[in-house]
């Protein structure tokens, strides 16, 4: 029988975090103890967190070195990857790691959160030092020759804990929300009016949106921009914002305004507004600190000024105004949406 290994990385929060890192930190700890767990029940003989700090191989030396102290499959993901996932969904992974050599399974081939790899000391030996798993499938595909097969299309695989708002929506406790919890409640009354429009900026899908025709009264106006920046090549054009170039132009302060003439409530990604405005390199922006206080709607505890301005624009603005990443605006409408009723 083939061995299967679970290789959970964590990052720790660091000595110098935040308060809000720290209590982050702790919120992705406990899914990837979940998360163990499962997969031990799923049936893989080996599961380690590996909370150690990346070095210059990176996300991809990490994962090599697994593969080569391995001698079966592996599974990958990050300590706060597929939240929502089923003991089905688990056992699926482990079933092809554990399966013949040549093969994939991935949560989503674009924005990769969960990888399982048969074989994996033999095809990842050339694995190059990749900075993130978002490469990881393209990789595997293009040059390992693996068939790498793609779960999509089951939304909650694609619900991933990058910030204290994603643990607001799938419901786990979070400090500080108060603010936040009262937007999105907002949001969900608008939602219920035929008569109102809600707004969603940034990297949603067409997937998305039809499942907001279907399960809201209210209308939709969609911006969709920029999905898949984050594994854009250096050859292809700059990151560029219908709505960070009218930021650019008018202030961050604007926001408010901005978002209040086009509609009554809105759900912004805005990874795409500093991808915009700082480039595409997570590097280059606002601290993690900053970014978990504006997702939270507090601008007060925020020290970059451009972040500073524009989450108090939608703190203050007419509408109610969520600032947060991709599951906000993907997998996260559902979640958003759902608050205080049925899944559809």
Not at 101 to 121: E, F, K, M, Q, T
Not at 185 to 191: E, F, G
Not at 247 to 272: C, K, Q
């Amino acid at each position: 029988m083939t061995r299967v290994a679970v290789l959970i990385l964590h990052a720790p929060a660091g000595p110098s975090a935040g308060p809000l890192v720290t209590a982050f930190e702790s919120i992705r700890r406990r899914n990837a103890e979940r998360q163990a767990a499962g997969f031990r029940a799923a049936g893989a003989d080996e599961i380690r967190i590996d909370d150690r700090p990346l070095d210059s191989g990176g996300f991809g030396g990490r994962v090599r070195e697994a593969a080569e102290t391995g001698d079966g499959g592996l599974v990958v993901l990050g300590s706060g990857s597929i939240a929502l996932a089923t003991a089905a969904e688990r056992r699926a992974f482990v079933a092809i790691a554990a399966g013949s050599p040549g093969h994939a399974l991935v949560n989503n081939r674009y924005s990769a959160d969960i990888v399982a790899v048969s074989g994996a000391a033999a095809v990842l030996v050339g694995l190059p030092d990749l900075a993130s798993d978002n490469g990881l499938p393209r990789w595997l595909t293009e040059n390992a020759g693996v068939e790498v097969a793609d779960l999509r299309s089951r939304w909650r695989l694609q619900v991933d804990l990058d910030s204290p708002l994603d643990a607001v929506l799938v419901g786990r406790p979070v400090d500080a929300a108060g603010a936040v919890r009262a937007a999105l409640a907002r949001v969900v009354a608008v939602t219920h009016d035929p008569k109102l429009e809600l707004i969603v900026s940034g990297r949603t899908s067409a997937a998305g949106l039809a499942w907001l025709e279907r399960s809201t009264a209210s209308r939709t106006r969609a911006l969709i921009e920029e999905r898949g920046f984050r594994t854009r090549s250096p050859e292809q054009r700059a990151v560029a914002s219908t709505l960070g170039m009218l930021l650019a132009r008018e202030g961050p302060e604007s926001l408010g305004s901005i978002l209040a003439r086009l509609g009554d409530a809105a759900l912004v990604d805005s990874r795409v507004l500093m991808a915009q405005q700082f480039g595409p390199d997570e590097r280059g922006w606002p601290g993690a600190e900053d970014r978990f206080a504006s997702d939270l709607l507090l601008p007060d505890r925020i020290a970059d000024p451009w972040l500073r301005a524009l989450t108090a624009a939608a703190r203050d603005a007419s509408i109610p105004i969520i600032l947060g990443g991709h599951s906000l605006v993907g997998p996260g409408l559902r979640l958003v949406l759902a608050r205080g009723r049925s899944w559809t």
